[in-house]
C-alpha cells in the first residue's frame, strides 16, 4: 500500500495511499496513518477531518511509529491500534441495544439517545458502518423474531403482537414479502410446494438461501457443515419440499459477495450479531431484487 524507507520515518503518500485518504477507505485503517504536516496530527485513513494537500502529507506505516516522530494522535478519528472512534462506538452501541431490546419498540430517537449522537448523524453513520439503516436492520431482528413465535404461538395474531407488529394488517403488510409466504404458512411449516435452497462459503461459514416462488424464504448463516443448514431449514418449513439448487442466479452470488465485504468495525462485534448484520444485510439485498424466480444459473 505504502512505499516503506528502512527507518519507516515517514514518506510521501503514493496514488494508492493518497486515493484511500481522499476516498475515507475505512478497509484500510490499520494499514497505515497519515500526518496532516500544517497540524502535526495523525490520522486513520477513513478520517472524516478536512484533507490537507497532498504535498503536505506524510504516510506512517503504524501510528507507532508516527509517536515515535512526536506527532499527535487525532482525538476524533483515534488511530491508535485497536481503538474505536467515537462515531464507531456509537454505530456499535446502537447494534448492541437493538439486539438486546427487541421486545420493546425502538425508535431512532432512543438509539441516538444511546448512542449519544443526533438522529440524524447516527442514521448517516449506521448506514455507511453497517450498510442498513437502523430501521432496516431493526426490521430484520422483528422478522426473525416473528419467526420465532410463529413456530410455538396459538396464532398469528399472538405471534405478531408478541414480536412487535401493532396490528395484523401491519403483520401482513410487512412480513409477507420478507417471509416468501403468508405468516399462516409459515407457522403451519411452510407451503406444500417446492423450496429451492443453495450454499456457499462466506467469511462467518457457510450460508443457505432458500426461496419459494414468491421469493426469498430463508438465509441462514452457520460455521459447520451445509447438513447442519438443511437440517435447520428443515426445521422450520417440515412440510415443504426441499430441493437444492447446484447454483443460485448472478444477482444472488454478487449480494452475497457485496454483504461479505464487511466493515472494520463489525469484526469487533461477537460473531453472533456479526451474523445477525450479515444476514439482514443479504435478506435486505436479495428483496431488493424483487419477487422474480431467475432461470438463470450460474453460480
Same mark, same amino acid.
Request: with cysteine; proline share 5%.
Given at each position: ?29 490499520? /494499514? ?20 490537507? /494537500? ?68 447516527? /442514521? ?35 405471534? @405478531? ?43 462467518? @461459514? ?81 428483496? /431488493? ?11
Amino acid at each position: 500500500m505504502i512505499p516503506r524507507t528502512s527507518e519507516d520515518n515517514g514518506v510521501a503518500p503514493n496514488a494508492a495511499a493518497w486515493r484511500a485518504i481522499l476516498h475515507r477507505d475505512r478497509h484500510l485503517d490499520g /494499514q497505515f496513518v497519515y500526518v496532516a504536516l500544517t497540524t502535526n496530527i495523525y490520522c486513520r485513513p477513513s478520517c472524516a477531518a478536512r484533507h490537507p /494537500q497532498r504535498c503536505e502529507v506524510l504516510v506512517f506505516p503504524t501510528a507507532d511509529y508516527a509517536d515515535r516522530e512526536g506527532y499527535t494522535a487525532c482525538r476524533r478519528c483515534r488511530p491508535a491500534s485497536g481503538s474505536l472512534a467515537g462515531a464507531e462506538k456509537s454505530v456499535k452501541a446502537a447494534l448492541e441495544y437493538v439486539a438486546t431490546h427487541l421486545d420493546h419498540p425502538v425508535t431512532l430517537r432512543t438509539l441516538s439517545q444511546v448512542a449519544g449522537l443526533s438522529p440524524n448523524h447516527l /442514521q448517516k453513520t449506521f448506514k455507511r458502518v453497517v450498510g442498513l439503516s437502523p430501521k432496516t436492520f431493526r426490521d430484520f431482528r422483528r422478522l426473525a423474531r416473528l419467526k420465532e413465535h410463529l413456530r410455538r404461538a396459538d396464532s398469528v395474531a399472538s405471534a @405478531g403482537y408478541a414480536a412487535g407488529y401493532g396490528s395484523i394488517r401491519s403483520l401482513y403488510e410487512k412480513a409477507y414479502k420478507a417471509l416468501g409466504m403468508t405468516p399462516a404458512e409459515y407457522r403451519k411449516g411452510g407451503p406444500r410446494e417446492r423450496v429451492e435452497y443453495a450454499t456457499s462459503a462466506v467469511t462467518l @461459514g457457510r450460508v443457505l438461501v432458500a426461496r419459494t416462488k414468491l421469493g426469498v424464504c430463508g438465509v441462514l448463516v452457520r460455521n459447520d457443515d451445509d447438513n447442519a443448514l438443511l437440517a435447520a431449514l428443515t426445521r422450520e418449513l417440515p412440510r415443504s419440499i426441499l430441493a437444492k439448487e447446484t447454483s443460485i442466479p448472478a444477482s444472488w452470488r454478487t449480494a452475497i459477495h457485496r454483504c461479505d465485504q464487511e466493515d472494520p468495525l463489525l469484526s469487533t462485534l461477537g460473531i453472533r450479531l456479526r451474523r445477525d448484520v450479515f444476514q439482514a444485510r443479504l435478506w435486505h439485498a436479495l428483496l /431488493q431484487l424483487g419477487t422474480r424466480h431467475p432461470r438463470t444459473r450460474d453460480f
